[in-house]
């Protein structure tokens, strides 16, 4: 996960100096050199543990991290670690990675919070964490048989190169058909953003 605002990248500790593997209790973020993925020494101490299990979503967002693990939503404020419980919300239809989480983005625009994630092989979809409403943000329909995003489960945002990122398997409209294996694509676009 990352501070949009910043580009910090950082993972989840069960402790300050060990790192979360799939799944657990989180009770720390370990930030990692974004270029090499070797942690720096920053460590921040989340405010409540975190119980994150098999299909957890994480959001990163401009100086936070959205959490849900499932049963709860949570907000987590990147500059002092504090965890705000947003009440009861269950994860929403997606696209499942073969990992224990799934990654999107975060939004906060209008007074309301809202995560971004792959539902399915052709739409990205934007939900208001208060009431769960879910609306489309982005299409990718079906070409000549390829689906539009394939097998992609993760994306995020890169203000800083006006860029978002992805990993699918296989084709997909944003990669084209594959002429040899392995099937494992990490890919970029462009794309915009009006300042929070």
Request: proline content about 3%; hydrophobic content about 40%.
């Amino acid at each position: 996960m990352q501070n949009l605002r910043t580009g910090a990248v950082y993972v989840f500790g069960t402790s300050a100096t060990a790192a979360l593997g799939q799944g657990g209790t989180a009770t720390h973020l370990l930030e990692v050199d974004g270029n090499t993925g070797v942690r720096t020494g920053r460590v921040i101490a989340l405010s409540q543990a975190l119980a994150l299990g098999s299909g957890t979503g994480i959001f990163s967002g401009w100086d936070r991290v959205v959490v849900l693990n499932g049963t709860r939503a949570f907000d987590i404020a990147l500059s002092t670690g504090s965890v705000v419980d947003l009440g009861a919300r269950p994860i929403p239809a997606h696209f499942s990675c073969e990992s224990w989480a799934f990654w999107g983005t975060a939004e906060f625009f209008g007074g309301q919070l809202y995560v971004d994630y792959v539902t399915n092989s052709n739409t990205i979809s934007r939900m208001q964490v208060s009431n769960g409403a879910i609306s489309t943000l982005a299409s990718f329909p079906t070409v000549g048989g390829v689906s539009g995003l394939s097998d992609m489960c993760s994306f995020t945002f890169s203000p800083q190169r006006n860029r978002w990122y992805w990993h699918h398997e296989g084709s997909s409209t944003l990669r084209g058909s594959l002429a040899c294996f392995p099937d494992e694509n990490i890919g970029f676009c462009a794309a915009s953003y009006t300042n929070p």
